[in-house]
Nanobody, 116 residues
Framework: VQLQAFGGGLVQPGGSLRLSCAAS????????MGWYRQAPGKQRELVAV???????KYADSVKGRFTISRDNANSTMYLQMNSLKAEDTAVYYC???????????WGQGTLVTVSS
């Protein structure tokens, strides 16, 4: 399975972006889907996750501003990012956890730059 994240770009503070993560094929057993980010000089951190039952969890730094969602029919995940701040600048990666063994797959990352 290959994942492709896209939708990043340059946006001004206060602006919005929508990231998408698409799988190379339809997936039947997705345990969890998540977005992570890694800013320059920092460790990769969890931004948001949505599990198979539909529950979501967000990093405190993005609560109320970011929304994770999914399209089960197309095995696609989204991250709507509003009220973006400079500190949201990072490479954003998508992550799927699949199957009974919990196999983990990563997308290649998409760069989000928040700057005036």
């Amino acid at each position: 399975v290959q994942l492709q994240a896209f939708g990043g770009g340059l946006v001004q503070p206060g602006g919005s972006l929508r990231l998408s993560c698409a799988a190379s094929r339809k997936l039947s057993s997705i345990n969890a889907m998540g977005w992570y980010r890694q800013a320059p000089g920092k460790q990769r951190e969890l931004v948001a996750v949505i599990i198979s039952g539909g529950s979501t969890k967000y990093a405190d730094s993005v609560k109320g501003r970011f929304t994770i969602s999914r399209d089960n029919a197309n095995s696609t995940m989204y991250l709507q990012m509003n009220s973006l701040k400079a500190e949201d600048t990072a490479v954003y990666y998508c992550n799927y956890v699949l199957g009974s063994l919990g196999s983990i797959y990563w997308g290649q990352g998409t760069l989000v730059t928040v700057s005036s």
